[in-house]
């Protein structure tokens, strides 16, 4: 029996503006990643760009403590102790959870674009990463 997947940042009920929440996404962009300098600087480049941001250190944390209905998109890094990015999407797959996800990388193997594509990550980026990049695939993730 299959579950049904779960679409971060949809909602039932009405909005704020009355529009069915169905309708509604969130604004909330979370970044896993284990490298802090990272974080910090995507961070402050989506709340430039006026979204709300929650960082994770590590996809165990995310797990935790992560709202998953809040969540317009994911960035992700592939590696990263305790779990790898692809491991912490095929968690959120076997959970039922479905989060546009862009996943950051230094490799250029073309295994990793093929394991993401078929894990249902919708973008890998290469470091050093092109912000342009990064801020149209969040603004496409959130409208």
């Known amino acids: 029996m299959h579950g ?10 009405l909005g704020a503006s009355g529009a069915p929440m169905s309708q509604v996404r969130s604004n909330v962009v979370a ?3 284990d490298d802090e300098d990272v974080r910090d600087v995507i961070s402050a480049l ?3 760009c006026g979204h709300d941001v ?3 250190k590590s996809g165990t944390e995310f797990l935790q403590d992560a709202v998953l209905d ?6 992700v890094d592939l590696k990263m102790p305790e779990m790898t990015g692809l491991e912490l999407v095929a968690e959120l797959e076997r959970r039922g959870v479905a989060i546009p996800t862009v996943l950051i990388t230094g490799s250029h193997e073309a295994s990793v674009r093929a394991q993401a594509a ?7 980026m290469q470091k050093p990463i092109s912000a342009q990049q990064l801020v ?8």
């Open 4 to 13: 049904s997947k779960q679409v971060a940042g949809s909602h039932r009920g």
């Open 31 to 33: 970044i896993v990643d």
């Open 46 to 48: 989506f709340e430039l």
């Open 54 to 56: 929650e960082t994770y």
């Open 70 to 75: 809040r969540l317009a998109c994911l960035v």
């Open 118 to 124: 078929a894990s249902g990550i919708m973008t890998v």
């Open 136 to 143: 149209r695939f969040v603004a496409f993730s959130v409208h």
